[in-house]
């Protein structure tokens, strides 16, 4: 029986490797909006559950600069992006080996 997508997609974000994540959040100009943002909701930024968390924390604020949200929309979109890719190589590599 095939997963749903959510099922799936939770599974891939699970497997995802984020060591870099962190180095692009800290080195990125509004870098300290964002960690004040997850401070203040209690969010350790370490993974896309906790990037997911502070876009909800986002969307809440008034006062909230939008190229935050731009820029933690493109964080989520760029990991989902390699997953697909990554998710499209092991199907072609189970064809071709026929597993």
């Known amino acids: 029986m095939e997963k749903d997508d959510s099922s799936r997609q939770s599974d891939k974000v699970d497997d995802f490797p984020l060591e870099g994540l962190a ?3 800290s080195s990125h100009p509004l870098a300290g909006r ?3 943002i997850a401070r203040a909701k209690g969010i ?3 993974d896309l559950g906790a990037i997911r968390q502070v ?5 809440s604020e008034e006062e909230t600069d939008p190229r935050l949200v731009f820029l933690l929309g493109m964080f989520v979109e760029r990991i989902l992006h390699h997953e697909e ?3 499209m190589q092991e199907d ?3 064809d071709v080996s026929g597993h």
Not at 55 to 59: I, R, T, Y
């Open 55 to 59: 876009l909800d924390g986002l969307s």
């Open 92 to 94: 072609t590599e189970t």
């Open 23 to 25: 180095d692009e959040i």
């Open 34 to 36: 964002i960690h004040e």
């Open 85 to 87: 890719i990554a998710s």
């Open 44 to 46: 350790e930024l370490n």
